[in-house]
Antibody, heavy 119, light 107 residues
Framework: EVQLVQSEAEVRKPGESLRISCKAS????????IGWVRQMPGKGLEWMGI????????TYSPSFQGQVTISADKSITTAYLQWSSLKASDTAIYYC????????????WGQGTLVTVSS | DIQMTQSPSSLSASVGDRVTITCRAS??????LNWYQQKPGKAPRLLIY???SLQSGVPSRFSGSGSGTDFTLTISSLQPEDFATYFC?????????FGQGTNLEIK
């Protein structure tokens, strides 16, 4: 069974750093790209970027380029999303998402990680 | 980025109704269009991919159509569990942008 299990909710202060994780299981981790999607409170879905776990090739949405870093460790089948300096506006639920091979649909989603940034 | 515009933004309907949601892309995306359902507090769920292909396990009352720039999601006979928010997404070019969502409410 394919599963993407994300790390628990986090509370941080503005300016702090953070890394959240997405542990994949039930399939060949290096065969499917993993993306990250943001959902701000009460809002829609925003595509942040995507990584090929096989070679760590990464593409960012222009809106998120330079704001976050996406990485992956294929030895432990885990993808990451990290911030070096959080802002209050980073408060949101973040989902990891497995991209299908032929039509690039998201066929599996993580359960989401709530990140709260507040002083 | 490709802009995705859904309509309507919200919709009230009754159990048993036939409902259609539309999605328009700002440029041609052939059939690289997906539909997701999201319920409160839950991750989105894939319903339709490649414009009209039903994801495994999704009830056949859901269907999708369209190509190019204009697409539709149809629910043939609404069930109580279908009241949720629906998003379209283009997967033609990164970033794989989403529509703003359609909130389907019980009338």
């Amino acid at each position: 069974e394919v599963q993407l299990v994300q790390s628990e909710a986090e509370v941080r202060k503005p300016g702090e750093s953070l890394r959240i994780s997405c542990k994949a299981s039930g399939y060949s981790f290096t065969t499917y790209w993993i993306g990250w999607v943001r959902q701000m409170p009460g809002k829609g879905l925003e595509w942040m970027g995507i990584i090929n776990p096989s070679d760590s090739d990464t593409t960012y949405s222009p809106s998120f380029q330079g704001q976050v870093t996406i990485s992956a460790d294929k030895s432990i089948t885990t993808a990451y999303l990290q911030w070096s300096s959080l802002k209050a506006s980073d408060t949101a639920i973040y989902y990891c998402a497995r991209k299908g091979q032929q039509f690039h649909q998201v066929d599996y989603w993580g359960q989401g990680t709530l990140v709260t940034v507040s002083s | 980025d490709i802009q995705m515009t859904q309509s309507p933004s919200s919709l009230s309907a009754s159990v048993g109704d036939r409902v259609t949601i539309t999605c328009r892309a700002s440029q041609i995306i052939t059939i690289y269009l997906n539909w997701y359902q999201q319920k409160p507090g839950k991750a989105p769920r894939l319903l339709i991919y490649a414009a009209s292909s039903l994801q495994s396990g999704v009830p056949s009352r859901f269907s999708g159509s369209g190509s190019g720039t204009d697409f539709t999601l149809t629910i043939s006979s609404l069930q109580p569990e279908d009241f949720a928010t629906y998003f379209c997404q283009q997967s033609y070019i990164t970033p794989y942008t989403f529509g703003q969502g359609t909130n389907l409410e019980i009338k």
